[in-house]
């Protein structure tokens, strides 16, 4: 049986993938950088800006994102290492993002498409 912290990651990963997964890039991004700047103030009440931009972006939709996110990694940010393994979960998900966007891309080329189309 897996401990209580191990599942709690795996959930977090999940949701990650998922948004990502739902997500525009420019949600993403603005979603993934709003994590790390809490995730780097160790998970306590943070306070942000957004340009007119991003509040265009920041739907209540991605609202809802960020927030089921914030409550999943809690308790990943609360252990010991938590801060730093985040940012790696978020380090990996983007990483998938880009690996997935060159793949499609090639499958684009190389099957004549147009991928500005």
Same mark, same amino acid.
């Given at each position: 049986?897996?401990?209580?912290?191990?599942?709690?990651?795996?959930?977090?990963?999940?949701?990650? !993938? *998922?948004?990502?997964?739902?997500?525009?890039?420019?949600?993403?991004? $603005?979603? &993934?950088?709003? @994590?790390?700047?809490?995730? +780097?103030?160790?998970?306590?009440?943070?306070?942000?800006?957004?340009?007119?931009? !991003? *509040?265009?972006?920041?739907?209540?939709?991605?609202?809802?994102?960020? $927030?089921? &996110?914030?409550? @999943?990694?809690?308790?990943? +940010?609360?252990?010991?290492?938590?801060?730093?393994?985040?940012?790696?979960?978020? !380090?990996?998900?983007?990483?998938?993002?880009?690996?997935?966007?060159?793949? $499609?891309?090639?499958?684009?080329?190389?099957?004549?498409?147009?991928?500005?189309?």
């Amino acid at each position: 049986m897996a401990d209580g912290s191990t599942e709690a990651r795996k959930e977090l990963t999940r949701r990650l !993938d *998922r948004m990502r997964s739902e997500m525009t890039a420019t949600e993403w991004d $603005l979603s &993934a950088g709003l @994590l790390r700047m809490w995730a +780097v103030h160790g998970g306590g009440r943070i306070q942000f800006r957004l340009e007119a931009e !991003d *509040r265009r972006v920041f739907t209540p939709a991605v609202q809802a994102a960020v $927030l089921e &996110a914030w409550e @999943l990694a809690r308790p990943v +940010v609360k252990e010991s290492g938590g801060v730093a393994e985040l940012l790696l979960l978020l !380090d990996q998900v983007a990483g998938e993002a880009e690996r997935d966007a060159a793949a $499609l891309e090639g499958i684009a080329q190389v099957s004549g498409m147009d991928g500005d189309a």
